[in-house]
């Protein structure tokens, strides 16, 4: 799929566990360890990853590395898939990391029980843009941002949506942000942190809207 020059592409993925086994031991790259959405010599074309049912469609990162990585250039949407068991190799975003520039949108789906370790974004680590809708981020954890971290000039916005149950050792339970975010018509319950249990926004550029 990262080598589609066309327009658009989709990954049908199936009810099913689906578990990551070849751990790194050469390049971080999309042979080994987590799955990667890079973008093609041409162009930027969209992945659509489509599955069966956050309930049925699940992949387990097994704790090898983090779940996905989505590059810079690169467009994805995530539909219907939990993403789980992330603990990544390089501290940020144990389920997911948004390298700068990359786009990435999820829908319907679950984020939980990954970890970033003594790093940054357990859920997730943002460098890019997120869109999250009627989704849950949960029992997630790191040490700065347990759920998920936003990184300067990173923009995420979440609707209809939980971020809950996550925990961070110092700083943002729930979420660190030090870009920017729009959360609309949606839960941020039970997360721990010995800062900023809920959310921590700092920084000049960081911005937190909620809406409803």
Known sequence: ANRVSAPAVTIQLPAGIYTLTRSVTGLDDEFNGDLDFAPPAVGSPL??????????TIIDANQIDRVLEVFPRRSAVINAVTIRNGVPLTNRGGGIAVQSTGNLEINDSVVSDNSAGPGIGGGAWINGTLKIRRSE???????????????SGGNV???QSSIRTNNAESIGGGMDILGSMIFA????????AEYGGGANVSGSIGRFVVIN
């Open 185 to 192: 018509q949606s839960s941020l319950v039970d997360n721990t």
């Open 137 to 151: 981020v949960r029992a997630n954890s790191a040490n700065i941002g347990g759920g998920i971290a936003v990184a």
């Open 157 to 159: 916005q979440i609707a």
């Open 47 to 56: 992945i659509t990853l489509q599955g069966a049912g956050a309930t049925t």
